[in-house]
């Protein structure tokens, strides 16, 4: 497996199953996270009230119920400024997060903006779950990071354009 400028991974053998293990350890969290993120995006641009202002549980409404507890309340006014075209983006960006993640494509973005996603949820909408492990857009944060520090090293489309490159001489 290849490690950071092309490196050679020189962690003694544990055994296949070990071995096997470690190579596959983020593939669960890609899949999880994939779906999660999709389906997220999907839901937002597919639902009856998630556009429409006055709506129980539309964005506007969710916007304007946390605003006086979110730990940075500017940013929520921000997404009010133009609250569709925010929806719109908050939606298409969870959708390319999961598909990238899901597919393993240009996975370090993908979980970067999965991330940034999550932190801003964190930072507004769930800020002031009580105690704060109560809310979910923390350990949505967390679980994104290895695949920013990571990537997706196998079962994936970087992989394989990554063997590609390799065989082809490119850059790398």
């Known amino acids: 497996m290849s ?12 055994g296949p199953w070990r071995d ?6 983020l593939l ?3 899949i999880f996270l994939g779906v ?4 997220a995006g999907l839901d937002k641009l597919t639902s009856s009230t998630f556009f429409t202002d006055s709506a129980s549980g539309s964005l506007v409404s969710v916007l304007n119920g ?12 921000l997404a009010l400024k133009n609250p569709h075209a925010f929806g719109y983006a908050m939606a298409f960006g969870e959708l390319a997060a ?5 597919f393993g494509l240009l996975t370090r973005l ?9 932190l801003s949820l964190w930072l507004t909408v769930s800020w002031s779950s009580t105690p704060y492990y109560y809310g979910n857009d923390l ?23 990554g063997v590609g490159r390799r065989r082809g001489g490119g850059f790398r």
């Open 36 to 39: 999660t993120f999709i389906y």
């Open 98 to 102: 999961g598909l990238g993640a899901f």
């Open 66 to 77: 946390v605003h006086s507890s979110a730990a940075f309340p500017g940013m929520i006014d």
């Open 20 to 25: 096997a293990a470690r190579k596959y350890a």
């Open 110 to 118: 993908a979980a970067l903006g999965g991330a940034l996603i999550s």
């Open 139 to 161: 350990p949505y944060l967390m679980a994104w990071l290895p695949l920013v520090l990571a990537g997706a090293p196998v079962l994936s489309l970087d992989a394989l354009f």
């Open 28 to 30: 669960p969290l890609r």
């Open 3 to 14: 490690g950071v400028s092309g490196s050679r991974d020189t962690t003694p053998s544990q």
